[in-house]
Each structure stands twice: as structure tokens, then as C-alpha cells.
């Protein structure tokens, strides 16, 4: 009897110790991402090497931009706090290995999402935080005032590594035009050359142009076309395969996105908890368990609208108020004429 | 027995730690891209590439593969290390004989030259001549022509295409010079060895390959015509030049900034060639009623080169691998066509990186296995 006791409690001790282990890690076991940041206490994000409105350090390196605030807001759902982010700053050559690798897990760099970068090398988009589009910029003195005055023989500038040169091809080919592209590493270098007369025209998505337009030595003497020659969704990226780790980026961004339509800021986001509006209620962590299906508390998303704000305000502090883009174009709310739309939630 | 056991031993121990760390590198590779959902591969090589590039020895376009982009890479990458190894090497033997010469002025300025470049890193050489000099050029518009045909723009060198009317007969009457020239060396040496007398090879040499390609103009029927580069506006304040053969600012920058950083290592290695040589073999010749031009070429020559061959070729490796650096300013080279664009189109990091990596041991390793020959050539043969 005694020894059936003595192989009983080891039994007991054995289940206890795995259930044990079992509910510890359980949101954990989901996402191995999600267990590593809360071990390591910061967001790991890529960033671009500086594009303003985007992504840019000043000179005490602070990073501020709307890829920025993505990162920000998944750090304030899951650690508490929006500067608990660690930037890198990529190429656009680097910044996928980087992510595939593991040196960071969330990127969020200006990164048009399309079909082959989703299905074929290891990566998930989460959704678009800037609807984009490619287009040219020349020099006011040129007289260019549309791409049909193109011409035979025109010097393009742009970045290597990313959809721009595709497109460029594409569409100086229907056109029929030949061109001379020069294509650089960093966009710091596209921006030299082509202020120094190097080429004629310097493409990359109309956001980037106005962005740089403001590094220009005067910058007043350029203008962009108004063709828009792409379709340049930009959106963070996460590895594939931690399901949970993509939810909650996603639902960060959704979250911001959210916030703006039902009229929640930074400011009034304790007040909106005795709203009348169940959904308002929900998005503030006072109604509903939202949290739970990532591992994380209820109050993930009123952290990320305190802290960072709701997409509006993100979008006024870093691309309207600096003057790269005060018009906000597609990037309004489908309320107001946009084409900003997320799942409800809930 | 036991002695062979100890000599194999070691070795056998090398070999199975080498093949065991490659393995587990490879493995570990595996395992994560499979993790992660990588394909592995090389089929992509033969997809369309649809991006273009701005300067190509071949026929190219987006319509071909990546592996022809591969190959429009590795050649702007060989033709930029040709031509940076043949202005590299005239440079620093100049500067290498400069420095040892006894005029102060011309010595003190081979030594700042020098000084000067070989000790600013090669990457800021390449920002500077590119960014610095490319805008102090004038635009097209504002270009003044030199000699009347040749153009220095920020966009680029503009130099007269050659029009060729029966190219072929004039590149078979080089050939038949060079040959000629070949025969008469092989019997001016003959006669010198059994009668003594010199013959004038050089001058023969000389007027062989200019009469002979003269020749095939006047009779052979081969005439040449230039195609000068003209104007072209393209708005009301770009313009470019049409016609003729432009090289871009990239190429020009580069092999530039290339050369005059590797021409000062290079003329180091000259001058410690030409010091090397004892001056007893200088005196010695001299006494034996050698002409100064005859001592350098018959007896301090060949001996500096022996010393001279095998850094220099450390330095021809330098130069064809520093000039992966071109991805900074634009100019399409291996590194920025398949290291950078195609890896970024296709994502396939390792594949891609292990191909680059490849080509450039296979690169130094031609360039080596060149010079190693040359250097026996040179070398004191044992009779």
C-alpha cells in the first residue's frame, strides 16, 4: 500500500509540476515572439535609415514617424510602455533578412506589401498603415509638368531593392520611352545625386518625395508630378508563422485606426470609459476581454491610444503638421472619404 | 607504422572538424529556413529579372533572366578592376621610380601623392571624386567641348563613336604585325647570340604596327568615321547628348578613386623592387660597358621584378575586391546588381550571397593563379 502511496504522490507530483508549466507559459507557448519581448523588456523594430514623417531619428535619437508609431503602440500593448521600443535603423536591401533572421520582429518600414514578398520569402504583412503610390519628381526649371512630356533618353534616380525599380520599368516601357536608370543604396545618396544634376527625374513613392523634397538644398525647386504610376500599400511586417505575434501587431494598428473613428484621443481616452457606446467601451478595456486571446491584460489598446495615440493623431504630429503631406488623400477614414477601413473590435 | 599514424592523425582530426562545423552551419540553415518557410534554390535564376540596369557590356534588359543579370554585374565588376589594374599599374610605377629620382621636387611630390592617398579610406575616395567632383562638372548644356568631340558632364563622359568600314581587314593586319614583330624578335636574338650584332628590334617594332594598319587603309578598303555626340533637349532645362559612346560618372568615379588609392601601394612595391636590387649590380654592368637604358632593362629590371610580382599581385586582388564598393555611388557591379537588386526581388538571401561570394574567390583566385605564373616566368631559372 505504502509503495502504491510513494508511486501515487510521484504521479501527482509529476502532473503538477507539467500543469505547472503548462499554464505559465501558455500565451507564451503561442508566441515565441511575444514570450522573448516580454523576457527581453523592448519591442525590436526595424526602421528606415531616416525618412521623414515615417521613420527619423533626430539629433538626440529619438525616432518619431507613423512606421514608428506602430511599433510604439505594440510595445505600449505588451510591455506598458511606447518607449520600450529598440529601433533599426535597415536598408531596403537589409531589412527583410533582418526580419526573417530574427534580429528584429517587427517591420515597420515603409514597405509596400504585394504578393510575392507575402507568399514567397518567409514574411506576413499585418495590414496598411499608408495607402501609397510611386511618382516623379523633377525640377520646376525643366518645365515638366506631366510624364508625357517624358522624352527619350531621361536619367532617373532611385533606390535599389524595392518595387520602384519594377514599376519604373513597367512604366517607362509602355510608354515606350527609353531611360537611363541610376539606382542607389541609400535614399540619402538618391537625393545627392539628384540635386546635384545627376538626373532628371527622381522616383520613388509620392510620400518618400515629398518626405525628401524637405532634405533638398532648395527645396523649392522641385515639384512632383501629380501621375501616380503604382499602387504602394505600405504597411508592417512580421515573420511568418507566430500567429499570435501577428495578431497583435495587426490589431495595434486597428486599434490606432479605430480609436480615430470613434472619435477617441489621447486626451479623452479615461473619460471615453463611461461612454454609452458599447464599442468605444470595448477599444478603452472597459467592457469585454479583448486582451485575453493574445495573453495580455485588458487594458492593451487604451495603453496604445493614451501613449501613442489614435492613426489621426499619429498622422497630424508626423506628416501634416512637419508639411510633407498636409492633405491626407486616400489615408482618411472611409467616413470621411478615405479608404482607411479596419475590422470591428470585437 | 606508428610514425605514418602520427603524421595522419592531425590531419584526419582537420578534416572531420572542418567538414563537422560546415555541416552543422548547413544544417542549421536548413532547419531555419524550413522553420521560417524558406525555399531553397537556384531555379530563380532563370526567371525574368523585369528590372533593368543603367550600364551593360551585354545585351540587357528586364525581358532576360536574373542569371543574365548575374553576368552584366560580373562584367561592369571585371571592367572596372581591368581598367582600374592597367591605370593603377602605369601610375604607381611611375610614381614608384618618381620617388627613388633625384629631383627633389618631382621625389617630394611622388611621396606626398603617396602619403596623401593611401592614407584616406577608399570609401570616402569614392564619395569625394563621385559627389565633390560630379558637382563641380557643368550640366550637358553648359558642357565645353574638348578637342571638339569629347564631353565632361555631371552625366557623364560623351566621346565620339568609331564608325568601322571593313573592320576586319584592319584587325588582321594588327594581327600580322604582332606576328611579324614575334619573328624578328626570335631572329634578332639568334643573330645576336651567334654574330653579336644587335639588331634595332624596337624602332622595326615600332614601324611595323603603324605601317601595316596604314596599309589596310590605303588599299585594304577600311576606312573610319566618327560619330560625334550632339545636344538633345529633353525639356526646358535637361538636356543630354545623342550619338557617340557615353561612359556615366559612376564608372568614371570609381575607376578613379580605385586606381590612385591602389597606385600608391603599387608604387611602394616598385620602389622597394628597384631598392632591392644591389647597387654592385648596377656598378657591375656598367663596367662591363652596358648603356644606362641596357643596365635597367637587361639587369636591375628583372631582378626588381621578383620583388616587385608578389605584392603587387596582393594589390590587384584589393583593387578587383574594393571595387564591390561601387554599390555607394550607382555603378552597377556585382554587388549592387545580384547582391542587392536581385537578392532584394527574389529574397533568396543565401543563395544569392553564396553565388557573390563565389565568383569573387573565383575572381582572385584567376587573378593569383595569373600572377603566381608570371612571377615563375620571372623567377631565377636553375640550369
Known sequence: ?346 | MNFRLKDIVPQLITVIAVVLIFGFFTYNAQINMENRGIDFGYGFLSQESSFDVQFSLIEYDGSHSYFRAYLVGLLNTILVSVIGIIIATILGVIVGVARLSPNYLINKFAAFYVEFFRNIPLLLQIFFWYFAALRALPLPQDAEAMFGVFFLTIKGLYVPAFIWQNFNIFFYSIVAAVIAIIVIRIHAKKVQESQGKQIPVFLISIGLIFILPLLSFLIGGVSLSFEVPVLKQLATTSFIYEGGVSLPPELIALTLSLSLYTATFIAECVRAGIQGVGKGQKEAAASIGLTPNQVLKLVIMPQALRIIIPPTTNQYLNLTKNSSLAAAIAYPDLVLVFAGTALMQTGKAIEIVSITMFTYLTLSISISILMNWYNKKIAIQEK
Open chain 1, 1 to 346: 500500500m505504502f509503495k502504491y502511496l510513494k508511486q501515487l504522490t510521484s504521479l501527482v507530483a509529476v502532473f503538477a509540476v507539467l500543469f505547472a508549466f503548462t499554464t505559465e507559459t501558455m500565451a507564451a507557448k503561442k508566441s515565441k515572439t511575444l514570450k522573448n519581448t516580454q523576457k527581453k523588456g523592448f519591442v525590436r523594430c526595424g526602421v528606415s535609415q531616416g525618412l521623414p514623417g515615417f521613420s527619423n531619428a533626430d539629433a538626440a535619437g529619438n525616432w518619431t514617424g507613423v512606421d514608428v508609431d506602430v511599433c510604439r503602440a505594440v510595445a505600449a500593448a505588451v510591455l506598458g510602455d511606447a518607449n520600450k521600443v529598440k529601433f533599426t535603423p535597415l536598408s531596403a536591401k537589409e531589412r527583410f533578412t533582418a526580419l526573417t533572421s530574427g534580429e528584429i520582429d517587427i517591420l515597420s518600414r515603409n514597405t509596400t506589401w504585394t504578393l510575392s514578398r507575402d507568399a514567397d520569402i518567409g514574411l506576413t504583412f499585418v495590414g496598411v498603415n499608408f495607402y501609397d503610390g510611386q511618382g516623379f519628381m523633377v525640377r520646376k526649371s525643366s518645365g515638366i509638368t506631366s510624364t508625357s512630356q517624358f522624352k527619350n533618353g531621361i536619367s532617373a534616380c532611385t533606390n535599389i531593392g524595392t518595387t520602384t525599380e519594377l514599376n519604373m520599368r513597367d512604366f517607362f516601357n509602355s510608354k515606350g520611352i527609353s531611360y537611363e536608370p541610376v539606382a542607389f543604396e541609400k535614399a540619402d545618396e538618391v537625393v545627392a545625386a539628384y540635386d546635384a544634376g545627376r538626373c532628371d527625374t527622381y522616383t520613388t513613392d509620392k510620400s518618400g518625395l515629398a518626405a525628401q523634397r524637405t532634405k533638398m538644398k532648395n527645396p523649392d525647386e522641385h515639384i512632383v508630378l501629380p501621375e501616380t504610376i503604382s499602387k504602394e500599400p505600405l504597411g508592417p511586417v512580421v515573420r511568418q508563422g507566430d500567429a499570435v505575434w501577428e495578431d497583435i501587431v495587426r490589431w495595434s494598428l486597428n486599434t490606432m485606426i479605430e480609436a480615430e473613428e470613434y472619435g477617441i484621443t489621447s486626451a479623452n481616452a479615461d473619460s471615453m470609459k463611461t461612454s454609452d457606446n458599447p464599442a468605444i467601451k470595448r477599444l478603452v478595456g472597459a467592457e469585454g476581454e479583448l486582451g485575453a486571446a493574445f495573453g495580455l491584460d485588458n487594458d492593451w489598446s487604451l495603453r496604445i491610444i493614451k501613449q501613442v495615440g489614435n492613426y489621426g493623431e499619429s498622422y497630424k504630429r508626423n506628416i501634416a503638421d512637419t508639411g510633407i503631406l498636409p492633405d491626407r488623400g486616400p489615408n482618411q477614414l472611409w467616413t470621411k472619404g478615405g479608404i482607411l477601413y479596419v475590422p470591428p473590435a470585437r
